[in-house]
């Protein structure tokens, strides 16, 4: 059979690695392990139900469930099927999963038992023909049914869509970007090798799995090894300390590592068989990261990556590991800085990111006006700014949206961000540009003190001074307790911008 005939299914891949022995794959407290022997055959009868259901290869399935076992068979049923897999974040209202379903119109929806009444009566509203319940434990109405012979995996080319996952919407309308089999193959293959995957790893899954990070980047890489994975249904200190000793691998965001680093029972003995720990979906502090090595020996592996294109670089596996680099473009991947203009920028200057590689989607769901936009001669415009070294790896600077202009300069948040997460009695900060009658958009510091009682101004002003040139320096600094952020926890910077517009006013 031709490379062109050969079926491109994502889920063939790991079918073909599936172990045979009695190697566990999914591991969650207080459940009964699945098997990778008898994994085949739970997704094969799974794919029985979606059919049933009227689910056919290239129709929609969208997904509002609680993180299990089952969940993780619904995706890949939906992979073996041939359908086109769209996980919703499960904070989503009615209201809001009103607005997906329209706009992907899916052949089913499954959704929790808990919400079946009122996602129900949503799903016939636009059209949904079908609709299932799912829940952690006893498969929910998914579940029902007398199981037949397998069907087969469906045949699927290497462009055709496996996935549809919409980004945040933070600037308008939310978009969905269309993940082909080849874009999610080709990314696991190569983070398998970069990261040296091992057989005998066992991954600490604390993530959600309806973003890149929890869903493709860890469950892939899993698969493609045999791996088991201790899945946990959401980040837990407690847990997370008691599952390391007997873990080797572990993906987080920075809010994970935060808060490991406030409980003393984290040190080097708990780490004693961990082997990577991989940090992503926000920017990693550089104290967070050497505060983490003091305490445990082990340097996070900081990598970079996005929705439109999965993982695009990371620091190395052997090879130093900078704290406030995300490292080198992937194999596969090429990467270029550019000014505005999409002309070239030199070393060290930090410009717009673009890349073009098989990992890069295929454009936005219904949307070539958008997706046009979005490149520029085979590239895709990432909207962030980066900086490149000499040896070629890159520094976030900050979003392209996220740039100030004070005065007509040019300001990068992440430069000022950097200095004020370094001053003591600092936590966190987050930099905005609000509406200024003089400068345009004046600089403005939300700062989260150490103590929430002792808040200093003048005094983060005084030593931002010889260290950021004056039109960088904040105009205001407001403190707050906390900053807000999403489920991935990237901080909500539109949330600051629209809570204190008025602030200059």
């Not at 070393?347 to 006006?369: D, H, K, Q, S, T």
Request: include cysteine.
């Amino acid at each position: 059979m031709s490379a062109d005939t050969a079926n491109q299914n994502l889920y063939e891949i790991f079918r073909r690695r599936m172990p045979s022995d009695d190697r566990v794959f999914l591991d969650a407290p207080g459940q009964k392990p699945v098997y990778y022997r008898e994994l085949d055959g739970m997704v094969a009868r799974l794919q029985q139900r979606l059919e049933a259901l009227g689910v056919r290869p290239g129709e929609r399935v969208v997904a509002q469930v609680a993180k299990s076992p089952t969940a993780v068979l619904l995706y890949l049923a939906c992979l073996r099927s041939g359908a086109i897999y769209i996980p919703l974040n499960t904070a989503y209202t009615a209201a809001e999963v009103e607005y997906f379903l329209s706009d992907s119109r899916p052949v089913l929806l499954v959704c929790q038992p808990r919400d079946e009444a009122q996602l129900g009566a949503v799903a016939t509203g636009c059209g949904v023909a079908a609709v299932a319940t799912l829940d952690g434990e006893s498969g929910g109405s998914l579940g029902d049914g007398e199981a037949g012979a397998s069907p087969p995996v469906a045949h699927r080319g290497a462009e055709q869509l496996a996935a549809i996952l919409y980004t945040s919407g933070t600037t308008g309308r939310a978009k969905g970007a269309m993940l082909s089999h080849a874009n999610l193959a080709s990314n696991a293959l190569v983070l398998y090798d970069y990261w040296q995957w091992r057989t005998d790893d066992v991954l600490l899954h604390a993530l959600p799995i309806f973003h890149v990070h929890g869903l493709f980047v860890a469950l892939h890489c899993a698969l493609l090894g045999g791996s088991r994975v201790h899945l946990l249904p959401r980040f837990d200190v407690g847990q997370v300390l008691s599952l390391l000793p007997e873990s080797s691998v572990m993906m987080g965001v920075p809010t994970f590592y935060t808060r490991l680093l406030e409980n003393p029972d984290l040190n080097a003995d708990a780490c004693r068989n961990m082997r990577l720990f991989i940090s992503g979906s926000a920017p990693l502090l550089p104290e967070t990261h050497v505060q983490f090595t003091e305490r445990t020996g082990h340097r996070i592996l900081e990598r970079y990556g996005m929705t439109e294109a999965g993982m695009i670089s990371s620091n190395p596996y052997d090879g130093e590991r900078i704290a406030g680099t995300v490292g080198f473009p992937l194999p596969g991947v090429e990467a270029r800085v550019v000014d505005g203009h999409g002309d070239p920028l030199p070393v060290g200057e930090a410009g717009i990111l673009e890349i073009r590689g098989p990992n890069v989607f295929r454009g936005y769901w219904e949307m070539p006006e958008k997706t046009a936009a979005e490149f520029r001669d085979g590239w895709f415009i990432t909207g962030d700014v980066v900086s490149r070294d000499a040896e070629g790896r890159l520094s976030i600077v900050g979003r392209e949206k996220d740039l100030i202009i004070s005065g007509g300069f040019n300001v990068y948040p992440r430069e000022i961000e950097m200095e004020i997460d370094a001053l003591e009695g600092v936590r966190e900060s987050a930099v905005i540009g609000l509406p200024h009658a003089d400068f345009g958009e004046g600089v403005t510091a939300v700062v989260v003190p150490e103590n929430p009682a002792v808040t200093d101004a003048e005094g983060i002003l005084a030593a931002l001074g010889d260290r950021l040139a004056r039109f960088k320096q904040p105009k205001r600094i407001v403190f707050v307790d906390s900053l807000p952020r999403n489920s991935m926890g990237k901080v909500q910077k539109n949330v600051l911008r629209e809570r204190y517009r008025e602030l200059f006013a």
